[in-house]
């Protein structure tokens, strides 16, 4: 008999799990409702979650049909692509919450600056988060002058920031010390660029109704440190 209510426990319990799991997703209220602020805060406390072991649990089956009609986000994060960094992981973020770029060394260009238009001037996110990671191998690649085919003509794109700190007498030029250096001054640049490039995000932003900030995702600790909004 008690092997049997062993294995009915067995059989019930992954339901009971699902079951419990949230199938919250943002809608259109809800994301109209939530300011630029709050859209960063969001990520804050979804990234210390993660750190803490916290991270919510979710249906994401029950989110996915949810939100098969139709999307709301509150945020764009411009990640890099490394495995270690996922956006949505890192952030504690489901289904239809975050738009998520990603692309080797969290670099800018046309097509990455579109699409943070079409999340946030046509799909209506209320914060452009960029984040680089310690380690970054794009940055490490950048600082030793690596090249590799198409390679190459990316880490063009980090070196203005290799170049920034190295100008710094106070900054070592060598190592991972320099190298998440260069990768906090690289997030800093693609700020700005975005700022630069884009009139309609730039416009968003003076309007109030879009945040662009940046920050470095810690590989050892899973804290992300986010830089000052300005």
């Not at 750190?51 to 986000?73: D, E, I």
């Not at 990455?112 to 990671?133: N, P, Q, R, Y």
């Not at 309007?207 to 995702?217: A, C, F, N, P, S």
Request: aromatic content about 4%.
């Amino acid at each position: 008999m008690k092997h049997y209510l062993h294995l009915a426990l067995a059989l019930v319990a992954p339901f009971s799990l699902i079951s419990c799991a949230t199938s919250k997703v943002q809608t259109k209220d809800s994301q109209a409702a939530i300011t630029p602020q709050q859209a960063v805060k969001a990520l804050q406390d979804g990234n210390a979650r993660f750190a803490a072991g916290h991270s919510t649990h979710r249906n994401l089956m029950a989110q996915a049909r949810k939100t098969s009609s139709g999307q709301h986000p509150i945020a764009a994060v411009l990640g890099c692509i490394d495995s270690r960094a996922s956006n949505e992981l890192i952030f504690d973020q489901g289904i239809g919450d975050i738009f998520s770029a990603r692309v080797a060394g969290n670099v800018l260009n046309d097509d990455i600056l579109a699409s943070l238009e079409f999340a946030t001037a046509k799909s209506g996110a209320k914060a452009i988060m960029v984040v680089g990671h310690t380690r970054c191998g794009a940055v490490g690649g950048a600082c030793s002058g690596a090249k590799l085919g198409h390679v190459t003509g990316l880490l063009e794109k980090i070196k203005p920031a290799v170049r920034k700190i190295s100008s710094d007498p106070k900054c070592e030029h060598a190592g991972p010390a320099f190298e998440d250096q260069v990768t906090a001054e690289n997030v800093k640049q693609v700020v700005a660029a975005i700022r630069a490039q884009s009139p309609i995000l730039a416009q968003l932003e003076r309007d109030g109704k879009l945040v662009i900030t940046g920050g470095i995702y810690h590989l050892d600790t899973g804290l992300v440190e986010f830089f000052s909004q300005n």
